[in-house]
């Protein structure tokens, strides 16, 4: 054998067995961390110790998990997780907490770019993560995860007067405490940082509580609220899956099913939200579509949504569906009618567009668009969100709209007024007892039917003072022009403060004061249930909320 031969092989054993070495003094140093870890370890320093942490029984590790977490603005960090953000996408802007999201929200997609799988911090996934079922589950890349809020508001509203502090939602009775929410999802979010292989997602949520009665669509568990008015109810808001394809320009994601409306800085579920009350203009809004909508991001700054639906809080399957007319009418002269004229083929499109470092962001859009008849909620909006960070500590958020429904029956009309009472409608009450949709108060009484129109402007102003706790401070303008979003024809001014005090990322607390004052005529103190009529111009409230994840 040659010397150089000889040179080769005794390098290439010295390789050998210095890579074996190496791989040695690593699996004793792991092992050796692990075997130094007790139950009094801190995760925090040293993540190896999370099991021994939280122990073996499930119950204990359920607990642990909020004791580990408290105090904290995040749970430990795994070294050896994936990146969760995609190499040069803009910077995502906010934590969570204090803050409600961490990128700028828009809806009808999994975020782009900036999601992994298995990414939900829940106390219910750690505690059974050494359990079969669990492991089947983390394996799968399946969470099952959601959270109990409930909450009260003290009002200058009469406490006897259900309904009293409405127009304002979420705690439309005064001086009332309720569950505003118990949810729970099974989620699979699809791995949207990777560019190598299409990958899939899922959720399946079921809310209970009193705020059932904002998220309810025309013929899904409706008569809850439509025929009883339940003060608690039940609604599976969403119920969709999605695809995501990254080689169609920076990433694809469909999704098909029911879901969230696009627009808007507020949503139904609590945690998605600044405060524990909402702005009229998120109150009287769409709140859930059912279809197919694309997201596409045709650069890393630049995304593109389009989507066909059926209308806007309706069920599919009322399409084609028709009931009897006992009361033909210049408004509905057939002997049969549609059972939600709103059910039709309907347009969704948004652009939003985020600047490199993640502290701007526009996003126009159009949600519902058809030929905008008068149906359950059948709302052609029009509008945008912006988002503005100025620095670490502070940021704002600003939304408008315009939205509208055609060939609203006139309530001061006398023919259009009878036919309502007479069942000569679909929403008259012969056919929905409680909560149907308004009819209009048009201008001109000899109009048997006009155009409801709403324009709402609402703000968030931010200052966050440390990384568990942020205060928003909310002005808002709302013009209900006919009347058909609140029951009353006026504008309306809020001024709402809230305070977001976390416990951890587990526990939030949300105390606030509200005033809301419509500038024309009275419109709060009423009570819908007893055909009393509202005989106050404001509301003065204060509220807190706790959400309690699991």
């Excluded at 190499?87 to 999601?115: I, K, N, Q």
């Excluded at 995860?145 to 009293?164: A, C, E, H, K, T």
């Excluded at 109810?233 to 694809?252: C, H, K, S, T």
């Amino acid at each position: 054998m040659s010397s150089q031969k000889i040179a080769l092989a005794a390098l290439f054993l010295s390789y050998v067995i210095a890579s074996h070495s190496a791989l040695a003094e690593d699996t004793a140093s792991s092992t050796t961390s692990s075997a130094s870890c007790s139950a009094s370890s801190d995760p925090y320093t040293n993540y190896a110790c999370l099991d021994s942490y939280l122990g073996e029984n499930v119950f204990s590790r359920f607990v642990n998990y909020y004791k580990l977490e408290m105090g904290h603005a995040a749970a430990p960090a795994d070294p050896n997780a994936p990146p969760s953000h995609r190499d040069g996408w803009p910077a995502t802007p906010e934590s969570t907490p204090p803050m409600p999201f961490t990128e700028w929200p828009y809806g009808a997609a999994t975020s782009l770019g900036v999601t992994r799988p298995n990414s939900a911090d829940s106390p219910f996934m750690e505690a059974i993560a050494n359990t079969s079922p669990g492991q089947w589950l983390q394996d799968n890349h399946i969470q099952i995860y959601g959270w109990l809020d409930p909450g009260f508001n003290v009002s200058s509203n009469n406490s006897d007067r259900r309904g009293g502090n409405a127009p304002m939602a979420y705690m439309y009775t005064p001086d009332t405490a309720q569950l505003d929410q118990a949810v729970m999802y099974v989620d699979r979010v699809p791995d949207t940082v990777q560019t190598d292989h299409v990958d899939w997602g899922m959720r399946m949520s079921v809310l209970y509580g009193e705020n059932y009665r904002y998220t309810t669509a025309l013929g899904i568990a409706s008569n809850q609220l439509l025929q009883k008015n339940n003060v608690n109810g039940y609604d599976f808001p969403m119920m969709y899956g999605e695809l995501y394809i990254p080689n169609v320009a920076e990433g694809l994601v469909l999704r098909l099913g029911r879901y969230i409306s696009i627009p808007d800085i507020e949503a139904q579920l609590a945690p998605n939200n600044y405060m524990y009350s909402h702005s009229m203009t998120y109150s009287f809004d769409n709140y859930t579509n059912e279809g197919l909508v694309a997201s596409l991001a045709a650069t890393k700054n630049l995304i593109l949504q389009l989507g066909v639906v059926d209308g806007t809080e309706t069920a599919i399957w009322n399409a084609g569906q028709t009931i009897h007319n006992p009361d033909p009418n210049p408004l509905y002269p057939g002997s049969t009618f549609a059972k939600d004229p709103g059910v039709q083929p309907s347009l969704v499109a948004c652009v939003r567009y985020t600047w490199d470092n993640g502290d701007d962001n526009i996003y126009p859009c159009m949600d519902g668009i058809n030929n905008g008849v008068w149906g359950y909620n059948n709302l052609q909006w029009y509008g945008f969100t912006y988002y503005h960070k100025f620095d670490d500590k502070w940021h704002v958020s600003f939304e408008a709209y315009d939205l509208h429904q055609r060939n609203v029956p006139n309530l001061n009309n006398p023919i259009a007024s009878a036919a309502i009472t007479a069942g000569g409608t679909p929403f008259s009450p012969q056919y929905i007892g409680v909560n149907a949709p308004n009819a209009a108060q048009c201008a001109n009484a000899n109009d048997l039917r006009c155009t409801a129109s709403a324009v709402g402007t609402v703000a968030y102003i931010n200052y966050q003072f440390t990384p568990l706790d942020n205060i928003s401070f909310r002005p808002e303008f709302y013009d209900d022009m006919q009347g058909q979003r609140t029951g009353v024809v006026t504008r309306y001014l809020n001024f709402g403060i809230g305070w977001q005090h976390w416990l951890s990322p587990q526990i939030e607390f949300r105390p606030e004061i509200n005033y809301d004052y419509a500038l024309d005529r009275d419109a709060f103190n009423g009570d819908p249930t007893k055909g009393i009529a509202p005989d106050r111009r404001y509301t003065a409230l204060a509220a807190m909320d706790v959400i309690l994840h699991f």
